[in-house]
């Protein structure tokens, strides 16, 4: 019904970039916040960034200044870039999108299969 489908994570040495995008497609009515989450081995996910339709943002304290969320509303597509990456930034990143289906009457959460993210030190 609703796909997310992540892509440009990959390895890099620490203080490198990537950008990642998350393209949602689909029986897309309207879609409120998109974010970006991640997932170390052996701990929770966590909310990296999130940006809302019409624009405002939210970042966890560790890559404040160092990640931008931002999305093209035309394109249902999400992205993070993240620069001065460090080793602690290794983990799967997942892309969620808060999403009203053309078929249904409330927003639901959806997320993509994940992307890893590798930081060499």
């Known amino acids: 019904q609703v796909q997310l489908v992540e892509s440009g994570g990959g390895l890099v040495q620490a203080g490198g970039s990537l950008r990642l995008s998350c393209a949602a497609s689909?029986?897309?009515?309207?879609?409120?916040?998109m974010g970006w989450y991640r997932q170390a081995p052996g701990k929770q996910r966590e909310l990296v960034a999130a940006?809302?339709?019409?624009?405002?943002?939210n970042y966890a304290d560790s890559v404040k200044g160092r990640f931008t969320i931002s999305r093209d509303n035309a394109k249902n597509t999400v992205y993070l870039q993240m620069s001065s990456l460090k080793p602690d930034d290794t983990a799967v990143y997942y892309c969620?999108?808060?999403?009203?289906?053309?078929?249904?009457?409330?927003?639901?959460?959806?997320w993509g299969q994940g992307t890893q993210v590798t930081i060499s030190s």
């Open positions: 689909g029986n897309i009515f309207s879609i409120n916040a």
């Open positions: 940006i809302t339709s019409g624009g405002s943002t």
């Open positions: 969620n999108a808060n999403v009203l289906a053309l078929t249904a009457r409330q927003y639901y959460d959806y």
